[in-house]
C-alpha cells in the first residue's frame, strides 16, 4: 500500500506492507513548506499532488526516489486516481479533472452533481469499476461518482467506523476521514482519515 501524508513539515510518502502496517521505504520531504495531498501511480511513475504549493512531484514507485517535478494546472491540489492512462485529479471544488500524465495538461473535467445540484469538496478519489469513489472534506460520507456523467449514485456513511472497527483511540486527538485505496485482489477498500491510528479494511456491497 502506498500512503501520502500532508501538512508543511510533514509530508511523506510511505510504502506499507498491509499486514503489519510496517514501513518497506520512506519518502520525507525536506522542504518545510511543501503541503503534500493525493498520489497516484501510472506505471512506474508515482505522482504527488501539492495543496497551494502549485507542483506535482513524481516518483519512482519503486524506489520512492524522485525523479522530476512539473507545474500542476489546478488551482489547487486535493484527492488523485488514475485509469491507468489518464490522471484523476480534484482540486477541492465540485469538477474532477482528466490530466495527461506527461505534461498534466487538462483533457477534459467532470461536474460532480446529486439530486440536490452540485457536489462541492470533492476530496481524496479512487476510481474501481467506472465509478470514483470520493471522500466529502469535513464529512464522514464517501461517494460513488459515475466516472461518464458526473451523477453520484450512492453514499456511504462512515460515522463511528473506528468504534465498528474496535480501535482504541482518542478523540481528542484525530481528525477527518481523508483516504481510500482499492485492492483488485480481493475488492476491499481501504479507508483512513488524517492522524488515525488505524487503516480500515472494508467490503462495499
Known amino acids: ?10 509530508t511523506n510518502i510511505y510504502q506499507l506492507d498491509l499486514q503489519s502496517g510496517k514501513a518497506l521505504k520512506h519518502y520525507k520531504e525536506k522542504d518545510a513548506s511543501i503541503f503534500g495531498e493525493g498520489i497516484s501511480i501510472v506505471g512506474n511513475d508515482l505522482y504527488q499532488l501539492t495543496l497551494d504549493n502549485k507542483v506535482v512531484y513524481v516518483y519512482d514507485a519503486k524506489t520512492l526516489e524522485r525523479k522530476r517535478q512539473m507545474a500542476s494546472p ?5 484527492g488523485m486516481t488514475t485509469d491507468g492512462k489518464q490522471l484523476i485529479a480534484g482540486d477541492g471544488s465540485s469538477k474532477i479533472y482528466f490530466l495527461d500524465p506527461v505534461t498534466l495538461k487538462i ?15 470533492i476530496n481524496e478519489l479512487e476510481l474501481v469499476d467506472g465509478y470514483i469513489y470520493a471522500n466529502i472534506w469535513q464529512t ?9 456523467t458526473g ?10 467506523i473506528l468504534n465498528k472497527a474496535g480501535v482504541q483511540y482518542d478523540p481528542s486527538k484525530i481528525d477527518v476521514l481523508n483516504g481510500i485505496a482499492y485492492n483488485p485482489a480481493n475488492k476491499h477498500f481501504y479507508v483512513t482519515g488524517k492522524y488515525w491510528p488505524a487503516i480500515i479494511e472494508i467490503n462495499i456491497q
Not at 1 to 10: C, I, N, P, V
Not at 107 to 121: E, T
Open 1 to 10: 500500500l502506498y500512503e501520502g501524508t500532508g501538512l508543511e513539515g510533514k
Open 74 to 78: 489546478l488551482k489547487q491540489g486535493w
Open 107 to 121: 483533457l477534459s473535467s467532470l461536474n460532480v452533481s446529486d439530486n440536490y445540484g452540485y457536489v462541492s469538496n
Open 140 to 148: 464522514n460520507y464517501i461517494v460513488k461518482i459515475n466516472e461518464t
Open 151 to 160: 451523477k453520484v449514485d450512492a453514499k456511504l456513511d462512515l460515522s463511528g
